[in-house]
């Protein structure tokens, strides 16, 4: 099945810091996701980039197909950013999300 | 606005006490999921309704079932929870049409089995 690798897997910044999160995928996948997974446990969606590249805010994400990796940009790090990223990539039609083992993010003040 | 909802966000149950977990949608999409999610691991694929057919995940325990009585709710139902069924039960929902696929989750239920 496919594989879904995150790095780093953990990551400590100072406030105000920027930061770039990696996810590599081992074949052609219909999605791929980001998330933040908060303190108390609920999946926020950040971005849906199965190709290209967003925005939103201080957040940016970039998906490049063709070589299988996706990168998450953080820039101005605040406290309420740490948590743990997970990408998570789907390939059929069924949709079932596999998901990497995430990247722990603390941010210090 | 439109969301995934899961109650309770916190369920205790004793060890073989049967145990349900409920999630309902207002997003009137047609596929709904559920996950496993153990402490510091990522979360797993149990099964997912599209429509009306089911369709489990190979290694889902037979402990595990669901039922989806209508396009707004489904529920996971453990029949004997053991100590290392204690995890975070995800929902989540997708319209499968079209090319857009993107999953939105709802806040999860967290399972303590004593």
């Known amino acids: 099945g496919i594989q879904v690798e995150q790095s780093p897997p953990d990551l400590i910044l100072q406030e105000g810091a920027n930061s770039t999160l990696r996810c590599n995928f081992s074949?052609?996948?219909?999605?791929l996701q980001w998330f933040h997974q908060n303190p108390w446990g609920q999946l926020i969606n950040l971005f849906y980039?199965?190709?290209g590249t967003k925005q939103n805010g201080r957040l940016s994400a970039t998906t490049v197909a063709t070589e299988r990796y996706s990168l998450l940009y953080i820039s101005s790090s605040q406290t309420t950013d740490s948590g743990v990223y997970f990408c998570a990539v789907a390939y059929n039609q069924g949709g079932k999300l596999i998901f990497g083992q995430g990247t722990e993010l603390s941010v210090k003040p | 606005d439109a969301m995934v909802i899961q109650n309770p966000r916190y369920q205790v149950t004793q060890f073989g006490k049967p145990v349900t977990l409920s999630c309902s949608q207002t997003?009137?999409?047609?596929?709904m999921y559920w996950y496993q999610q153990k402490s510091s691991q990522a979360p797993k694929l149990l099964f997912h309704y599209y429509d009306k057919d089911f369709n489990n995940e190979a290694d889902t325990p037979d402990n595990f079932q669901s039922r989806r009585p209508n396009t707004s709710f489904c529920f996971l139902d453990i029949r004997s929870p053991g100590l290392g069924d204690a995890a975070m039960y995800l929902c989540?929902?997708?319209?499968?049409?079209?090319?857009?696929?993107?999953?939105?989750f709802g806040p999860g239920t967290r399972l303590t089995v004593l």
């Open positions: 074949d052609s996948v219909n999605n």
């Open positions: 989540a929902t997708r319209q499968r049409e079209g090319s857009y696929n993107e999953q939105f």
């Open positions: 980039i199965p190709s």
């Open positions: 997003l009137n999409h047609n596929v």
